[in-house]
């Protein structure tokens, strides 16, 4: 089993920078790409960034490049989502899920391809 837990959400002004943090946990926790993925209220979950199980490769949509990086430290099982430049559209509630591969070729979006997923963490960005 896998156990996610996001911190590091709160509250912030547009421009400031946030950093969030994915600890993860569980005997088949290791060797997982890490996702990250928000949903605000009224809308679909959208992808936010991805990096694989070893940290060398990351996947970052358009919609948050330049402004967001995904980094990950494998002796601290924690993944890192540092957030520059924050918008007030960057409310959201913030989650983390591991993939259900393990030792994956290809860094994906799709939030199916995601197996486990931990409580999220409310990020709110006033103007």
């Known amino acids: 089993q896998v156990q996610l837990v996001e911190s590091g959400g709160g509250v912030v002004q547009a421009g400031d920078s946030l950093r969030l943090s994915c600890t993860y946990s569980g005997r088949a926790a290791d060797n997982r790409d890490i996702g990250w993925f928000r949903q605000a209220p009224g809308k679909e979950r959208e992808f936010v960034s991805a990096?694989?199980?070893?940290?060398?490769?990351?996947l970052v949509p358009d919609s948050v490049k330049g402004r967001f990086t995904i980094s990950r430290d494998n002796a601290k099982n924690t993944v890192y989502l540092q957030m520059n430049n924050m918008l007030p559209e960057d409310t959201a509630v913030y989650y983390c899920a591991a993939s259900a591969t393990l030792l994956g070729r290809v860094v994906v979006a799709l939030a199916t391809r995601y197996r486990y997923w931990g409580p999220g963490t409310q990020v709110t960005v006033s103007t």
């Open positions: 990096i694989s199980w070893s940290g060398g490769r990351t």
